[in-house]
């Protein structure tokens, strides 16, 4: 049974350089008790599906319906069943971790005693007894991630909106969350995420939607999404890029589609299916033609390689991201986009 649906959302903003069509003609559907995930890059308009789907913004066109209920015609009736995570936890600062989530139970009137009852245990459920009577001021980026998570779950919504839980948390404070959200959906509440990361999206997510440019441009589950680029990818970096073209032949013998050159013309990396076999194959091939190595692995696919074959364009999201762009190992990306943490404590 569906629990949310959308059809032909479309809003536009206003910019310097013209209209911006944040989104452009998205349709939704997500079976109740299941995780959907909208993948995309920075700009494809995640955050403003989840704005629409959640009462905050309205679209220009389009319309969408979540447990039955008609978001545009009756947001208030909408908000009942719904909780949000924002991308930026939203909490106040000088409050305790457990007053924040009491103020939200008095904000929704679940009443003073009911309040301080289930702010007690999403404290304990959310792992954070130990902080849950500190300020949220000192609180790591994790912490605040949870509190915030914690927040949204107060009226036991029946649809949940995370707005990209993880980005800029450190791999830690991922898998913890991750473990949470994963024990939630096996409670039975849906979940809409919006993710960057093909691996988040793997972890989670019964289905992903991939968007861009504000609609859906592919749908499916991960493995589906993975079988588009190959299962792995081998990849070989060459001592010098004379070689580049011998090895790109021998990548195409064992590769489903096309080798891509890296643009200095020294690592050349193409989809397989099965790839410890295929990386042997190549390793012998490529020994065999005399050709010296720097460095030669195998790696699972990320949104990159998928975006790239779904659209010929390069997302770039991924290029500070060291989980999936560890290349063969050694191999490190060129300028590792250092995420912005501000004032990491640890608890
Ligand atoms: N309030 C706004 N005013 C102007 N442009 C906006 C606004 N919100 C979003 N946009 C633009 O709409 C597009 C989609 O944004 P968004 O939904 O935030 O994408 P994502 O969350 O996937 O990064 C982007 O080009 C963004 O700059
Ligand atoms: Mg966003």
Same mark, same amino acid.
């Given at each position: 049974?569906?629990?949310?649906?959308?059809?032909?959302?479309?809003?536009?903003?206003?910019?310097?350089?013209?209209?911006? %069509?944040?989104?452009?003609?998205?349709?939704?559907?997500?079976?109740?008790?299941?995780?959907? #995930?909208?993948?995309?890059?920075?700009?494809?308009?995640?955050?403003?599906?989840?704005?629409?789907?959640?009462?905050?913004?309205?679209?220009?066109? $389009?319309?969408?319906?979540?447990?039955?209920?008609?978001?545009?015609?009756?947001?208030?009736? @909408?908000?009942?069943?719904?909780?949000?995570?924002?991308?930026?936890?939203?909490?106040?600062?000088? /409050?305790?971790?457990?007053?924040?989530?009491?103020?939200? $139970?008095? !904000?929704? %009137?679940?009443?003073?005693?009911?309040?301080?009852?289930?702010?007690?245990?999403?404290?304990?459920?959310?792992?954070?007894?130990?902080?849950?009577?500190?300020?949220?001021?000192?609180?790591?980026?994790?912490?605040?991630?949870?509190?915030?998570?914690?927040?949204?779950?107060? @009226?036991?919504?029946?649809?949940?909106? !995370?707005?990209?839980?993880?980005?800029? /948390?450190?791999?830690?404070?991922?898998?913890?969350?991750?473990?949470?959200? @994963?024990?939630?959906?096996?409670?039975?509440?849906?979940?809409?995420?919006?993710?960057?990361?093909?691996?988040?999206?793997?972890?989670?997510?019964?289905?992903?939607?991939?968007?861009?440019?504000?609609?859906?441009?592919?749908?499916?589950?991960?493995?589906?999404?993975?079988?588009?680029?190959?299962? %792995?990818?081998?990849?070989?970096? /060459?001592?010098?890029?004379?070689?580049?073209?011998?090895?790109?032949?021998? !990548?195409?013998?064992?590769?489903?589609?096309?080798?891509?050159?890296?643009?200095?013309?020294?690592?050349?990396?193409?989809?397989?299916?099965?790839?410890?076999?295929? /990386?042997?194959?190549? !390793?012998?091939?490529?020994? #065999?033609?005399?050709?010296?190595?720097?460095?030669?692995?195998?790696?699972?696919?990320?949104?990159?390689?998928?975006?790239?074959?779904?659209?010929?364009?390069?997302?770039?999201?991924? #290029?500070?991201?060291?989980?999936?762009?560890?290349?063969?190992?050694?191999?490190?990306?060129?300028?590792?986009?250092?995420?912005?943490?501000?004032?990491?404590?640890?608890?």
């Amino acid at each position: 049974m569906t629990i949310i649906e959308a059809r032909g959302l479309t809003k536009r903003y206003k910019s310097k350089s013209g209209p911006v %069509h944040a989104l452009d003609g998205l349709d939704l559907s997500v079976p109740r008790g299941t995780v959907k #995930a909208l993948l995309g890059p920075n700009g494809a308009g995640k955050t403003t599906t989840v704005k629409v789907l959640t009462t905050l913004t309205r679209p220009d066109e $389009g319309s969408a319906t979540i447990a039955g209920i008609d978001v545009l015609a009756d947001p208030r009736a @909408t908000r009942r069943v719904i909780g949000v995570s924002g991308q930026y936890a939203a909490v106040d600062e000088n /409050l305790t971790g457990f007053e924040n989530l009491d103020m939200i $139970g008095r !904000l929704y %009137h679940l009443g003073r005693a009911e309040s301080q009852r289930r702010a007690r245990e999403l404290v304990d459920m959310f792992d954070l007894t130990a902080a849950g009577d500190r300020p949220v001021k000192g609180f790591s980026g994790g912490m605040r991630r949870r509190i915030d998570l914690a927040g949204a779950l107060v @009226t036991n919504p029946e649809v949940l909106f !995370l707005d990209e839980p993880t980005t800029g /948390l450190d791999p830690r404070s991922r898998l913890s969350l991750w473990g949470i959200i @994963t024990d939630l959906v096996k409670e039975g509440t849906t979940v809409l995420l919006t993710t960057q990361y093909l691996e988040e999206a793997d972890q989670l997510a019964d289905d992903i939607s991939v968007i861009d440019g504000g609609r859906v441009i592919a749908e499916g589950t991960s493995d589906q999404l993975k079988e588009q680029v190959g299962g %792995h990818r081998v990849v070989v970096s /060459l001592m010098t890029s004379d070689a580049r073209e011998e090895a790109v032949r021998i !990548l195409t013998r064992y590769g489903d589609g096309e080798p891509v050159v890296s643009s200095d013309g020294r690592t050349v990396d193409v989809g397989v299916t099965n790839g410890p076999q295929s /990386l042997q194959s190549v !390793l012998a091939d490529l020994e #065999a033609s005399g050709i010296e190595l720097h460095d030669a692995g195998m790696r699972r696919p990320t949104l990159d390689d998928v975006f790239l074959r779904l659209t010929g364009r390069s997302t770039e999201v991924n #290029a500070g991201d060291p989980d999936e762009t560890a290349g063969p190992s050694g191999t490190k990306p060129k300028k590792p986009k250092k995420p912005k943490r501000s004032k990491e404590k640890a608890a």
